[in-house]
T-cell receptor, first 113, second 115 residues
Framework: DAGITQSPRHKVTETGTPVTLRCHQTENHRYMYWYRQDPGHGLRLIHYSYGVKDTDKGEVSDGYSVSRSKTEDFLLTLESATSSQTSVYFC????????????FGPGTRLLVL | GQNIDQPTEMTATEGAIVQINCTYQTSGFNGLFWYQQHAGEAPTFLSYNVLDGLEEKGRFSSFLSRSKGYSYLLLKELQMKDSASYLCAVRALGAFSGGYNKLIFGAGTRLAVHP
């Protein structure tokens, strides 16, 4: 158990509404990541953080923003949800950006109607 | 570009051995990970290879050939609980603008173990 929780675990929302997903860690790790997982695509990186207030874009960042005001929390926001953002979202943490292994949270299933 | 290929599905019999292959093309290669993911759950770390050769961990082994851009995960003495997806992921050095590394994941291989 890598001490990662995600909330909510499931969410149904309507197109055009804002949605915020939370990732919380108790391990004090520096690096945190948001991925989405869709059939046939594997895990794709949305945004990542390399410290408090330090974030950068991943490969599928359009339509998403993130914030990290504390080491333990990494928030992912969909400003105006679209049906294409229906997915399973995983948060991951890593101690360093070197050899380290990424450990994943339990995931959030988001359905945008 | 960066690309990772692995078979979409495989089936095997309980007690048997199965090999899941992964081929990759990526710049700045610096390690390959295998993760296991049961349906509806998070990926969990299985193995890591950065040098050529075989790494053994109980019933699971992972092999890497950097010159061939090839890895495999070997599962021995298969059990029903090994039915899951197996994700191959390659770490690319300095792939982000800030010079940080990133993991590139394959789409995963869904393994079904039958009695």
């Amino acid at each position: 158990d890598a001490g990662i929780t995600q909330s909510p675990r499931h969410k149904v929302t309507e197109t055009g509404t804002p949605v915020t997903l939370r990732c919380h860690q108790t391990e004090n790790h520096r690096y945190m990541y948001w991925y989405r997982q869709d059939p046939g695509h594997g895990l794709r990186l949305i945004h990542y953080s390399y410290g408090v207030k330090d974030t950068d874009k991943g490969e599928v960042s359009d339509g998403y923003s993130v914030s990290r005001s504390k080491t333990e929390d990494f928030l992912l926001t969909l400003e105006s949800a679209t049906s294409s953002q229906t997915s399973v979202y995983f948060c991951a943490i890593a101690k360093t950006s070197g050899q380290e292994t990424q450990y994943f949270g339990p995931g959030t299933r988001l359905l945008v109607l | 570009g960066q690309n990772i290929d692995q078979p979409t599905e495989m089936t095997a019999t309980e007690g048997a051995i199965v090999q899941i292959n992964c081929t990759y093309q990526t710049s700045g290669f610096n390690g390959l990970f295998w993760y296991q993911q049961h349906a509806g759950e998070a990926p969990t770390f299985l193995s890591y290879n950065v040098l050529d050769g075989l790494e053994e961990k109980g019933r699971f082994s992972s092999f890497l050939s950097r010159s061939k851009g090839y890895s495999y995960l070997l599962l021995k003495e298969l059990q029903m609980k090994d039915s899951a997806s197996y994700l191959c992921a390659v770490r690319a050095l300095g792939a982000f603008s800030g010079g940080y590394n990133k993991l590139i994941f394959g789409a995963g291989t869904r393994l079904a173990v039958h009695p």
